[in-house]
């Protein structure tokens, strides 16, 4: 008989079901994945919630760590990767071809039809295996892979996803480098990883603020380089800022608060004149009171979006946890078997048992 794929199949808001799925043959330009490690962030709470738009069934699980299992002649040439070989994979599986693509915004890249990568991608459409919360995972042609080494474990590997993103949202997008004062917006994982990509690139001060609730967090992102913390709740985050950057404000504000919006309003105070304000926290299509416009005219500041991560600062990612230089397993606080995925999402969010997690991650092989 043929071998199945252990996988967590979602069929709608909060309902997740475990199902052994047909594990099909590959060309010769996909792959098979066996997957390690699957991260889990914010997204995997918003898709099980049933915030993201998605066609259901479907396999979630869209930070993908593993080896490769099987590929075809041509794929291997392409990527550069070989049987055997660990990779991390990208979530978003770009078309090539439409116009996003072309001008090198791969990440934003509708040209399959919606949002096209891994844990969005319905049961439907074959192979079907699309997604990380599973034993096995479908490498398609237009898969973007990076190799990652081998003896790093797999929970700490597979933190290239959050550690990409603070390259791309506290270092690329908003230029940082050496003389930069970086002020970032909650102390969640994305938040933590953005202080350990602006410390990498040589930022001068760094300041994280965060909640009363948060102050485990704040400790944590002082022992990973933050030089300041602020408690929002029992302090004044505009007298800190200024009396902490000589009154200027900051060079760069990093948005990556989850849902509230006053941080993008206070955003406008905290910047210094000419200053880059990143957001990257999504906040449920809600309006934000209190923004004051005219301080972005009369500061002159850039405003930039961030949406997903690039190859680039994967590729950050990936040499500085290759570089054993930052003690990245202080972050991450939770493993969880693939038969878990439900409590992993819930324990991130807060909703579980024990203490809320930061970074945490499912690894297959442990059932
Ligand atoms: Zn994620
Ligand atoms: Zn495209």
Redesign the pocket.
Known sequence: MQKKARTIVQTGPRALEPRDLPIPDIDDESGLLRIEAC??????VEQYTGTIPVRWPLIPG??PLGIIEKIGDRAAKRWGVNVGDRVAVE?LIPCGHCRACIEGRYQVCRGRGGMFGYAYVPLSQPPGLWGAYADTMYLDPFSIVHPIRKDIPASIAVMF??LG?GFRWAVELPDTGPGDTVLILGPGQRGLASVIAARAAGADTIIVTGLARDAKKLALARQLGADHTIDVESEDVRRRVAELTGGRGADVVVEVSSYSTQPVAESLYLVATGGRIVLAGVKGFKEVPAFISDLIVVKEVTIRGAFGVTSQSYRSAIRLIESGKVALDSMHTHDFALGEAELAIQTLAGEGPGEASIHSCLLPERG
């Open positions: 991260g889990i962030c914010g997204s995997d869209h930070e979530t996803n959050p993103a």
